[in-house]
């Protein structure tokens, strides 16, 4: 696949042959990673998440490749990398082959909202399935309200739509509280 | 709905982007002048993000092969282990046997009767798991005791005099002993040093200055002229140049269709010549990029030996290199961590990362650091244990 190609199908919403090819850089970044002090288990979870920034940040109407996209990877794995010996208080040379510097602008980071993202992931978890469901299958999905209506069994459209904005209402007053007993 | 409820869905309708222009700009202009309305719409922004992160993630543990695999895994795993546990018993019983004709012997038996026993197994069911294993543990038996003579062995045209006996590297098998003979010294016959000393690096150079200003509290230990880092001659595109020709993907791997990085140490001494202490194949992959743990590192171990012998193999005779120096300016023993990527369909890469240790003293802290254990070239397995269990055993009963 041609980095056009992913890119078109990440749009698309056909995500797992992209994420196949993209995966094939792991063992590299790992090696990075490894080499300065993280473990396998760290190195996962950062490649994961740069797997998600990328194709948030390619999703987004605008984006414009202005590299190779391995490149760009290897790139906000280095940010989040160093974003996470930065907590750990460490902050070693890295020197990573073939990668572009990014800022936190560029990867699309921002520290306060991942903080919020964390709770709001754990307040999913907390939610019924149901509520869990209707979200997976509007948001990401993007199936229309009917079809959820149907799949999920609810009795009309409406109920369905209700019940959608009342686990909204539920999750975001949940997050809420959450965030004012950390703060 | 009630209108807690109805304000949802119109930001809900805005975020998605399904009003008309007219009925988002006269939202936004309601959004500016509202700070609670502006903060629900971005706490539900977030919201939809992290359900749609959760989502993606899922994805990315699928392809990634955690999610599902483990349960199934896990099962199957029992199983392996005991198809696994019987065959290796019955290829130790006719592996210990031949064993014992063939010591005596000269190779001609022993490759003949390898091939009979290879026949033997192919009369079985082929997809069946412990002919594999059994066909495999077989030809353990004899690299353990007897000499290896193998396509890759020649392939990789060394000195194993030189590579065994001057490093510092404890060989306990005895696999390598009779390659003494055959192989021969190639370093001086292969030195391409001249054709490289006019290439330049500039990019490399500028990325380094890129860090530094982004990191201006870094501890940077050697950052002085003077205090210089060993080097290939030439810098590193020339050296990338010469392990694409002089790095050979080894006939086995290729013909398992596995590829796998290599963790290569090295000493680079005074005079620049590179004497090799380890290697260690840590990744393992199939075609595909998928990891290979366990038993399927186990089943592909011929191939590990040989992706860390062809990746010593280059190091091993690459030109000399360009010593690295301490404040003095004076060129000092340096140890140096390379990584070498076997890929199989594509160009096979060596690359390093600072790993700071390339002072004389922090030499001899590694040495004292790491444990003779861990110089050790093979990979230790249950499957060992289970041949050396039976091994006793059989000796026991041979004594009564």
């Known amino acids: 696949m041609t980095d056009q190609e992913i890119i078109a199908a990440i749009r698309k919403g056909d995500r797992e042959p992209a994420l196949k090819v993209l995966y094939k850089e792991f063992p590299k970044i790992q090696v990075n990673i490894l080499s300065s002090g993280g473990d396998e288990e760290i190195a996962r979870q950062i490649f994961h998440d740069s797997l998600i920034l990328l194709m948030e940040k390619v999703s987004k109407p605008d984006f414009e490749l202005s590299s190779k996209l391995s490149t760009f990877l290897y790139g906000i794995n280095r940010f989040l990398w160093k974003n996470e010996l930065r907590k750990r208080r460490r902050s070693p040379e890295l020197e990573w082959k073939d990668t572009l510097i990014l800022t936190a602008e560029d990867v699309g980071y921002n520290e306060e909202k991942e903080e919020k993202i964390k709770i709001l992931n754990q307040i999913l978890n907390q939610v019924t399935d149901k509520c869990k469901k209707i979200f997976e299958l509007f948001y990401f999905k993007k199936e229309s309200m009917s079809v959820i209506a149907e799949k999920l069994g609810f009795t009309s459209v409406n109920s369905a739509k209700t019940q959608k904005y009342k686990c909204m209402e539920k999750a975001i007053k949940l997050a809420k509280e959450t965030e004012a007993q950390n703060a | ?400």
């Open chain 2, 1 to 400: 709905m009630r209108s807690e409820l109805k304000q949802l869905e119109q930001i809900d309708q805005y975020l998605s982007g399904n009003m008309t222009p007219e009925q988002a700009t006269s939202f936004e202009a309601k959004m500016n002048g509202d700070p609670v309305l502006k903060s629900m719409v971005q706490d539900q922004q977030l919201l939809i993000q992290t359900v749609n992160r959760n989502a993606m993630m899922a994805e990315i543990n699928a392809v990634a092969g955690i999610s599902g695999v483990a349960g199934t895994s896990a099962g199957w795993g029992i199983i392996q282990w005991a198809i696994t546990g019987i065959s290796v018993i019955g290829a130790t019983v006719a592996g210990v046997f031949i064993y014992d004709a063939v010591t005596d012997d000269s190779t001609s038996v022993e490759t003949s009767s390898e091939k009979n026993i290879l026949a033997e197994n192919a009369s079985l069911n082929e997809n069946d798991k412990a002919t594999l294993y059994l066909s495999d543990s077989i030809r353990f038996e004899f690299e353990m005791g007897v000499d290896e003579s193998d396509d890759d062995t020649d392939e990789t045209n060394l000195s194993y005099d030189e590579a065994y006996g001057e490093t510092m590297r404890t060989t306990t098998t005895n696999e390598v002993v009779t390659d003494k003979n055959n192989l021969t010294e190639q370093r001086e016959s292969k030195d391409p040093l001249n054709s490289f000393s006019d290439l330049k690096t500039p990019r490399d150079k500028g990325e380094k200055e890129n860090i530094a200003v982004e990191d201006p509290g870094s501890n940077s230990i050697s950052g002085t002229e003077k205090n210089r880092r060993a080097s290939f001659p030439g810098g590193e595109t020339p050296m990338k140049n010469w392990f694409e020709k002089n790095l050979k993907y080894p006939g086995t791997a290729k013909a398992n269709e596995v590829q796998g990085t290599v963790k290569v140490r090295f000493f680079v001494e005074p005079n620049g010549k590179v004497k090799v202490i380890d290697s260690e194949c840590f990744i393992l992959q199939d075609a595909e990029g998928t990891q290979l743990d366990g038993f399927k590192r186990l089943k592909h171990r011929k191939s590990i030996k040989y992706f860390e012998r062809n990746a010593q193999t280059a190091f091993r005779i690459c030109p000399d290199w360009i010593p690295a120096t301490n404040s003095n300016g004076t060129a000092v023993l340096s140890e140096q961590v390379w990584y070498v990527r076997f890929v199989l369909n594509g160009k096979s890469e060596v690359y390093t990362y600072g790993n700071g240790k390339d002072s004389e003293s922090d030499y001899k802290k590694e040495l004292n650091y790491v444990p003779q254990e861990e110089m050790k070239f093979e990979i230790y397995t249950a499957e060992d244990d289970f041949i050396n269990a039976d091994k006793n055993e059989r000796e026991k009963e041979n004594s009564k």
